[in-house]
């Protein structure tokens, strides 16, 4: 099984042109929250309709899993809580989203919600205690936040990871934590895009401008993981210990091939305008 790991797009048209175009080489798509932007000057509620035809559309091509980031939350619970309720309307194209989760052969995919209360807390402290009721050896998480304390949450000044998350991990030692909040922890000092807490691995693709997005690529039958960024490419082996820095990747393989000649459809010039 291979999957590409995105997360932080923010709303970029772009970088969700060149996932549609990428989607079909890989078997699941892992989109680690933070889909929409806050900040940005385009109304949230067109961003959310645009965002779902774009998830519409990948998930024609691969299955999808979608976790909500701090970007996502577009309501509040009766409880007063922030949530992601357009996030729970995509399960209807088939993605797999908050509070789900998703079986790939003998792979266990679990979708944790963004928490900003008790309430919502205490369902995915359920939702994590009833999916490792029946865990099978590969359990993997979609966690928008990182770990606290972990090169993956490291700003530069301070860590911006989950506390409640390192007790989960270290509870039900989860063959990997899928997130990424935190944009520049993959490039700057004492940051990182991979981890490692006890069994389980820990990634944050991390956020840079333009197309493509920064990715990783998880190739599960090979037990290998590509983190793929402006200007970088670096590898890991999954099957061996925590081992800093990443070497480069010197053998690309045919899917990284691939990716590299997506067309950018911002560059198609209208026939009319053809010279």
Not at 52 to 78: P, Q
Not at 116 to 128: A, C, N, W
Not at 241 to 266: G, H, V
Request: net charge negative; charged share 20%.
């Amino acid at each position: 099984m291979r999957c590409l790991v995105v997360a932080d797009l923010h709303y970029s048209l772009p970088q969700l042109d060149w996932l549609v175009g990428a989607a079909p080489q890989f078997d699941l798509l892992i989109f680690a929250g933070d889909a929409l932007d806050i900040g940005s000057m385009v109304d949230f509620r067109a961003q959310i309709v645009v965002v779902k035809k774009y998830l519409a559309l990948l998930a024609a091509k691969t299955r999808v899993i979608l976790c909500s980031g701090n970007h996502d939350l577009d309501e509040r619970n009766m409880e007063g809580e922030k949530i992601s309720r357009w996030i729970s309307e995509v399960r209807e194209l088939g993605i797999a989203c908050d509070g789900d989760s998703l079986t790939m052969g003998d792979i266990l995919f679990t979708v944790c919600p963004w928490w900003d209360g008790p309430l919502v807390k205490q369902r995915l402290v359920e939702q994590l205690r009833d999916a490792a009721a029946n865990r099978p050896q590969r359990w993997i998480w979609a966690h928008h936040a990182p770990p606290a304390d972990s090169p993956t949450s490291w700003g530069g000044k301070r860590f911006f990871g989950d506390v409640e998350l390192v007790q989960w991990i270290m509870q039900y030692q989860p063959s990997m934590v899928i997130s990424g909040h935190v944009h520049q922890s993959p490039f700057i000092t004492n940051g990182s895009w991979f981890d490692r807490l006890g069994q389980t691995w820990v990634f944050n693709p991390g956020l840079q401008p333009g197309r493509p997005p920064t990715y990783i690529v998880l190739d599960l039958d090979t037990e290998k993981a590509f983190w793929l960024a402006a200007g970088e490419a670096q590898w890991i082996d999954l099957a061996a210990p925590l081992k800093r820095p990443a070497p480069p990747i010197e053998a690309p393989p045919d899917w990284l091939t691939f990716l590299d000649q997506i067309a950018d459809p911002s560059l198609a010039r209208h026939q009319a305008a053809a010279g």
